[in-house]
């Protein structure tokens, strides 16, 4: 009995005490909040040291950007370094001035990569997955809005995620933002280039576009951000030093009124024509996403470089197929060289890109003195002009650090001209292929097949998609590269054959012929090479199984071949003789 | 005993610290309810665009009176994507107001007898296509901030002033964009509050002004309009008419009563010695058509009448037995 009662009594106590505690919450701050409030505070001074304020040239106009790794590297827009040159002063958030360098720019999409020098462990935003964004979470947007930052200190701006996966057209230039955020946190002429981080501080957005209409160029509640997983996929193609293209799939497609969106036309020379995609068919979705508008579609082709090999799944009649198609290149590559993006021009549309480059705001320069114009000392070699290169440099030591895998082999450069490469095909019979100066051969049990190397090379031996000219291909690419190649640059990173693993990808071009030569990220590792006999073919695809040592280089033990997504043939390598080619004439 | 101690303290605890649902989750419920429309427009500064919502399960759908709905057809683009052709129902000039109706069952859609009111401070989320941001089955745009003060309208478009002088929601979150009339204001847990008002500037300041207007405001018009029964209380066909409008009476026409929804325009009997008798009409007369379009009732014909312009002429198009008869009013200087 006097248990209960004192149980009674405990439980009127705790309810005294909630209630009591109910009436102060309403009086004061409850501690949660100023606990939430606490952890905003660390969160933003945590983000804020990725920001980067870009200033152009003079001291006039800039925007922002963001720190994506340690040693230095900073997405940002491409229209806020278009005009900048190879070298640009940047504030971090430490109140110092950094120079960067211009590394690789992407046009279409308006991204650009820069680099930060001076340092090796540069604070780093954590990189978020934009495909988790919803509508209505909150979202901070850092930047330099209307350059206000002259301290380096970002603004910081909060709110709502209003919109994914949205569409905006290109408006007046070739600036798509597809895929994009949209977010009513206040974006600003000054904020381009800069962060959208998600409510737990990871990196989802890059801020480059703003609707504006009837009130002047400022925020009115619609802010458009690329989204960060659009920016990764390109960003080993920007880190290239190119001027990257972004991907079309050959086709035009529109919506019907059911609805449904069918192809209304199509180049009988895309990737998508060889795998079977006609005029009329249905598409059902694309890279993975289910396609309902002509929208939908436009979004998954713009986050995808050219080149990439994504899913597609259409149906005619009642028939679906499932493919996967190869990218082409949207432009023309004198389109992207010649043609930068103009000023856009005002049209009766409410969304423009902000242009920094005019701005109607007094801009207090932050130099005290105009700053240099030449790039500094130590670090001129840094930027090289090139045809088609946002900065050569890069490139060539890209194509370096890969190269050195491949010299792992062995010193083949060193080796007489002549190879003779045997074994035997798997579950058939055995294969002898004569690597001449003027010719290649091949034998497969009673078959025979040339390739003379002064004619166009052909799909010999036939179904393989040109084997003999493929290995060719490999023989220059083993021994003398620069010298036999007309074209030869590092392109960036994709997934293998679209599904497999990330892999760094070199271009070789001779004549009509293109090769892509594949290295897996993760290891380093040189896995195989598809080549192309011309540009509207299916390539000769072969992939190298293990190293086995031969003398004193490597070669693979197995080649596995395949074209047109169907199996040629695996060789298994068991010898690989090199001779001198004078010796076979005088046998 | 110690159960009964342990269920309560947890009670206690979970109702002081009750979690709202989570916003996307809210926005997720709203999104199925608003429309996106499309309609009379496509110039520099006049959208061909717009917002709505639905309140009756078989497509009745609220937005804003305003040039979208003159041309023929309003296409109504659901959450889905699905299309519809939208009729309207019924204008409210006074309220901004205009009903929409698809032919549609089952469909999401506020309860307006549902509807909340709330004071400064609380937080609102806006729903709208703004910009014409969505298409298909895209959803719309939604923006948040709060009410920062229930206040009476003093407002303008132009040199237009608002008729409205009623209480609306200011916000700070910026609906006043090209789009956005007719899309939705809600509570954070997505109760309905209000409709997003038109672009409409201060009268004192000039600036553009983020309003809506509350349901409560809008809730008998509403009602009325779905229901057929909504007579027109607007300064159009009032006795206060403000200068140069003008009516059929002005002409010497009497038409018969105005009854049913659609009235046919039908003379009922012309005053001697005016215009009309001077011009010939009859009664039992038609008017077909009024400056060349087409008159669905009477009230559609007092419009034609109101608006028009001294000095200018007016031209009817009468129907007589199974003739076509075209008559000119030069329209009188007042």
Redesign the interface.
């Known amino acids: 009995m006097k248990s209960?009662v004192h149980?009674v009594i405990?439980?009127q106590f705790?309810?005294c005490l909630?209630c009591v505690?109910?009436k102060n919450a309403s009086a004061q701050v409850a501690d949660i909040v100023k606990e939430f409030e606490q952890q905003r505070v660390a969160l933003i001074e945590n983000m804020s040291q990725s920001v980067v304020a870009i200033f152009a040239p003079g001291g006039a106009g800039g925007g922002s950007g963001v720190i994506v790794s340690p040693d230095g590297f900073v997405v940002t827009n491409f229209h806020v370094v278009q005009g900048s040159g190879g070298f640009m002063p940047c504030g971090l958030n430490d109140g110092k001035v950094y120079d960067a360098v211009l590394v690789g720019v992407d046009p279409t999409g308006d991204v650009a990569v820069i680099k930060l020098l001076g340092r090796d462990d540069f604070p780093a935003a954590t990189i978020g997955n934009s495909d988790e964004l919803?509508?209505?979470?909150m979202s901070y947007a850092l930047g330099n809005p209307f350059l206000l930052a002259t301290d380096f200190q970002p603004t910081v701006t909060y709110?709502?995620v209003?919109?994914v996966?949205?569409y905006?057209y290109p408006a007046g230039t070739f600036l798509e933002y597809s895929d994009c955020i949209?977010v009513?946190t206040s974006i600003n002429p000054g904020n381009s280039g800069g962060p959208l981080f998600n409510k737990d501080g990871e990196l989802v957005g890059i801020n480059g576009r703003i609707?504006v209409?009837?009130?002047g160029r400022v925020?009115?509640?619609?802010g458009y951000a690329i989204s960060i997983n659009q920016v990764m996929n390109f960003l080993d193609h920007l880190k290239s030093g190119r001027i990257v293209d972004h991907a079309t799939l050959g086709a035009i497609v529109s919506?019907n009124s059911d609805?449904a969106v069918i192809v209304k036309s199509i180049l009988s020379s895309s990737a998508a024509y060889r795998r079977g995609l006609r005029q009329g068919d249905e598409l059902i979705s694309f890279g993975g996403r289910p396609v309902?508008?002509v929208?939908q579609f436009k979004n998954v082709l713009g986050i995808y470089p050219k080149g990439w090999t994504i899913p597609l799944s259409f149906q005619r009649e009642t028939e679906r197929f499932d493919v996967n198609v190869q990218l082409a290149a949207l432009h023309r590559r004198s389109e992207l060289i010649n043609e930068a993006p103009e000023e856009p021009q005002p049209e009766?549309q409410?969304?423009k890109p902000p242009e920094d480059q005019d701005k109607p705001f007094e801009v207090p320069n932050p130099f005290h003195q105009p700053p240099k114009d030449e790039p500094p000392a130590e670090y001129a070699h840094m930027f090289e002009e090139k045809a088609g290169y946002a900065n050569y440099y890069f490139n060539k030591i890209a194509r370096e650090r890969l190269m050195k895998t491949v010299s792992d082999w062995g010193n083949f450069k060193a080796k007489p001209k002549g190879w003779a490469l045997a074994g035997k095909v798997t579950n058939a019979a055995e294969f002898q292929i004569r690597f001449q100066p003027d010719l290649i051969a091949s034998q497969f049990a009673k078959d025979f097949a040339v390739q003379k190397l002064d004619s166009d090379f052909t799909d010999v031996p036939p179904g393989s998609g040109g084997l003999l000219a493929a290995l060719h291909q490999l023989q220059q690419f083993l021994s003398a590269p620069e010298d036999y190649f007309t074209d030869f640059y590092y392109l960036g990173s994709e997934p293998l054959d679209g599904t497999g693993p990330k892999t760094d990808v070199i271009i070789t071009t001779r004549g009509l012929v293109s090769t892509r030569w594949y290295f897996d990220q993760q290891t380093g590792t040189f896995i195989g090479f598809d080549t192309q006999l011309e540009e509207y073919v299916d390539p000769c695809v072969i992939r190298f199984g293990e190293l086995q040592k031969i003398d004193e280089i490597q070669f693979p033990t197995v080649l596995k071949i395949q074209h047109a997504g169907a199996d040629f043939a695996e060789l298994q390598i068991e010898s690989l003789k090199f001779y001198e080619p004078q010796q076979e004439a005088q046998e | 005993m110690k159960h009964l101690c342990w269920i309560l303290m947890c009670y206690l605890i979970s109702t002081s610290m009750l979690q709202a649902e989570s916003i996307p989750n809210v926005i997720d419920g709203v999104q199925p309810k608003v429309v996106k429309l499309f309609g009379a427009g496509g110039l520099k500064n006049l959208a061909g665009y717009g917002s709505g919502f639905l309140v009756s399960a078989d497509g009745h759908i609220v937005t804003v009176w305003s040039h979208l709905l003159d041309s023929d057809v309003v296409t109504v683009v659901l959450s889905d994507g699905q299309r519809f052709y939208g009729e309207v129902l019924g204008t409210d000039s006074r309220l901004d107001l205009a009903i929409i109706k698809i032919d549609s069952q089952n469909l999401p859609h506020f309860d307006l007898k549902q509807a909340v009111s709330v004071g400064p401070g609380a937080r609102v989320l806006a729903f709208s296509n703004m910009f014409k941001v969505a298409t298909g089955d895209e959803p719309l745009t939604v923006v948040h901030g709060v009410v920062s003060s229930k206040t009476e309208l003093s407002a303008k478009r132009g040199r237009y002033k608002v008729p409205y002088s009623g209480p609306v929601y200011l916000t700070d979150a910026i609906t006043n964009n090209s789009g956005a009339a007719g899309g939705v204001l809600t509570t954070y847990d997505g109760k309905l509050l209000a409709m997003l008002g038109r672009e409409l500037q201060s009268e004192e300041s000039n600036t553009w002004i983020n309003y809506a207007m509350p349901i409560p405001e809008l809730q008998g018009a509403i009602e009325d309009i779905i229901a057929g029964k909504f007579t027109r209380r607007d300064p159009l066909t009032s006795t206060n008419k403000p200068e140069a409008m003008f009516s059929t009476l002005d002409f010497g026409i009497v038409l018969v009563p105005n009854v049913v929804f659609r009235t046919p325009a039908y003379i009922e009997a012309i005053q001697d010695d005016s215009p009309a008798a001077k011009q010939g009409l009859k009664p039992d007369d038609l008017i077909v058509f009024a400056n060349g379009e087409l008159v669905n009732s009477i009230q559609n014909l007092e419009q034609v009448f109101a608006q028009a312009i001294p000095g200018d002429d007016l031209q009817l198009i009468i129907r007589r037995n199974e003739e076509l008869i075209t008559v000119t009013f030069p329209i009188p200087r007042k």
Not at chain 1, 134 to 137: D, K, Y
């Open positions: 209960i149980r405990v439980l705790v309810f909630l505690c109910q919803r509508v209505g979470e709110g709502m209003s919109g996966h949205r905006q949209q009513d609707a209409e009837k009130r925020n009115v509640g619609a919506s609805g309902r508008s929208n009766d409410p969304e």
